[in-house]
């Protein structure tokens, strides 16, 4: 019988809690394992009982439970990795029809990347319902005319897949956001680490394969686009299309995503959650000019504005690999403009290269202009006493000829009042886009943001100023940004005005102010800046931080180096996760970090 077995356990169950007892605090007595043992079970087992059963259960060794506890980790370990080594879908009844289905015979090979477990070979088996054709994957299923749509609880899953090869932890995702936003890692620096970390045992080298940056970035972007759609478009149908299509599917998105991000964090979301009383009515508003892409070179696009007119813009794509031109304007060598003494020297691109191999002499020779090629490379348009222009690439000129070009650029920017942003900026920026603008309040959390293309021009400024009044759920009573004086007084120039507006009306309501630390700089004599922008004149503008909108752009500044070989759409749609991922992390009470 099995109670004279375990004598004087009177259950099985005391048996294997005992020796788990012994197992643990092996270098106690057994005194103490026994007190503790009946305070565990409620029970009541006598020391001397016991002491006769462990004296007895010799010839008894390999029926007990002696080395079990140090196999169960491992045995736990194991289940779990033959569990994910065979995806399914967790589905039993059809989504339409709502019969059984069943498993396909076939098995399809995949990879699975997890945060801890690094890469291992798998396989993935779908499900489908023989009366409908419906067919299931693990994060999706085909309609019976192949249409794919995502599971509507996809993201509380643990791993998540997009196509029958790859299968990903949404864990390992969300250690890759959260490095982002907190180490400014870069996609290509995550993948370096993850594969180094997982391969460090030589001997799993060839059994791993290893995580290829291209696949880790489309797959976070991708998962990132749904996390989107749930949250912000409230979309409880999400279409799984194929990852050859993100780019497509993000320029959808990024289009209507612009006013619901003014909405959201203008609304309760932020002001039931703000630490600052007075945050509210006050923006700040600067332009980051480290945060920038490749864009097509080709000039003659303009974007049509209301209020003040048609602009130019140049075209807002993405250029083909190893070309300055997008699809649509590939067979275009256009005539580009540079500075040249007083006139302008004008050629076609493919004309950029060095004129003669070798250093050039320092003495007479002249920078006027300077241009970066699609490979990085920087070339100045320079010139001796009467020759003609031809250009240079940087080894070739003297430090001290560039040091002198770059302190002249920036003393010909000063006029009236320093800030005055209406020269042409180098045209190494003729192939780049130039920055984002972006919209704070005074907590430090993001309202708003856009693309700043060409230059950062006052009709780009009041654009976006104009589209922050719009959609804003409060207009504050002020707008601080470091080119005030000259905003207002463009906003105020009725000739100017093509067209009013009800957005064009709240915005003439609202006080530009120029920030503090800009201020200073701001020439004495100028009257109407010292008059009509100076935040001291305001009372409500005592504890407000003016700069605000400059320490954000500190952070942001930090991502200058994942951004720069972005397309657009992924361009535009990074500088919304990280501002709503910076957001919500300002507002929660359990994290400290200074953004």
């Known amino acids: 019988m099995i109670e004279n077995f375990i004598f004087p356990f009177n259950q099985i169950d005391d048996l294997f809690i005992f020796y788990r007892i012994r197992d643990s605090i092996s270098s106690k007595c057994l005194n103490d394992q026994v007190d503790l043992l009946n305070s565990f079970v409620q029970k009541s087992y006598k020391f001397d009982d016991i002491l006769h059963f462990l004296n007895n259960s010799e010839h008894l060794k390999d029926f007990l439970p002696n080395n079990f506890f140090k196999k169960l980790k491992s045995l736990d370990e194991f289940i779990c990795k033959a569990k994910d080594l065979n995806f399914t879908p967790d589905i039993v009844l059809c989504i339409k029809c709502k019969e059984p289905v069943r498993p396909i015979s076939k098995k399809t090979e995949a990879v699975v990347y997890s945060l801890n477990e690094g890469s291992r070979n798998c396989f993935l088996q779908d499900k489908k319902c023989i009366k409908c054709n419906y067919r299931y994957s693990l994060s999706f299923y085909y309609t019976s005319d192949n249409k794919r749509f995502f599971y509507p609880n996809v993201l509380k899953e643990k791993f998540i897949s997009f ?23 870069s996609f290509k620096s995550f993948t370096n680490s993850f594969n180094y970390f997982h391969n460090y045992d030589r001997a799993l080298i060839n059994k791993r394969q290893n995580l290829e940056e291209k696949r880790l970035t489309e797959t976070w972007f991708y998962y990132r686009f749904i996390l989107g759609k749930y949250d912000f478009l409230l979309e409880e149908k999400i279409e799984a299309f194929y990852v050859n299509k993100l780019d497509e599917n993000l320029q959808r998105f990024n289009n209507s995503i612009q006013k619901s991000f003014i909405k959201k964090w203008s609304s309760k979301d932020h002001l039931n959650n703000c630490k600052h009383n007075d945050c509210s009515f006050s923006i700040s508003i600067d332009g980051n000019h480290k945060i920038n892409r490749l864009k097509c070179m080709y000039d003659n696009v303009s974007i049509k504005q209301n209020e003040f007119g ?31 003494e007083d006139k302008q020297f004008k050629c076609n691109v493919s004309q950029i290269k060095c004129r003669q191999p070798g250093r050039l002499e320092g003495k007479n020779l002249k920078i006027h202009d300077s241009f970066i090629d699609h490979n990085e490379n920087l070339f100045y348009l320079v010139n001796y006493d009467y020759e003609d222009p031809f250009w240079a690439g ?28 209406k020269f042409t900026l180098p045209c190494e920026k003729k192939n780049r886009t130039v920055g984002v603008f972006l919209a704070t309040f005074n907590c430090g959390i993001v309202c708003g943001f856009k693309e700043i ?22 207009c504050p009573r002020y707008f601080t940004y470091d080119d005030a004086c000259h905003l207002k007084k463009l906003l105020n120039n009725g000739e100017r005005i093509k067209n009013s507006s009800e957005r064009l009306d709240k915005l003439k309501n609202i006080n530009l102010l120029v920030d503090r630390f800009h201020f200073k700089t701001h020439k004495k004599t100028d009257l109407y800046c010292k008059n009509n922008c100076d935040p001291d004149l305001y009372q409500e503008m005592a504890n407000i931080n003016t700069s605000v909108a400059e320490q954000v752009n500190f952070w942001y500044s930090g991502f200058k180096h994942n951004v720069k070989h972005m397309s ?17 992390i300002i507002i929660n009470p359990n994290i400290r970090i200074e953004i």
Do not use: W
């Open 310 to 340: 048609d602009f130019k813009i140049g075209c807002l794509n993405s250029p083909l690999r190893n070309s300055y031109y997008c699809k649509s304007h590939s067979s275009v060598d256009e005539k580009m403009t540079f500075n040249y």
């Open 394 to 421: 940087e080894k070739q000129i003297p430090h001290s000829v560039i040091d002198n070009f770059l302190s002249n650029l920036k003393r010909d920017i000063i006029d009236s009042c320093n800030s005055m942003k």
């Open 453 to 474: 293309l060409k230059k950062e021009t006052l009709i780009q400024t009041l654009n976006f100023c104009l589209e922050l009044t719009e959609n804003l759920e409060k």
């Open 568 to 584: 657009r759409e992924r361009f535009r749609f990074f500088i919304f996760t990280i501002s709503d991922e910076k957001n919500k």
């Open 163 to 185: 196509s029958n090869e790859t299968i990903v932890e949404i864990k390992l995702l969300f250690k890759l956001t959260c490095d982002i936003i907190f180490n400014h890692s």
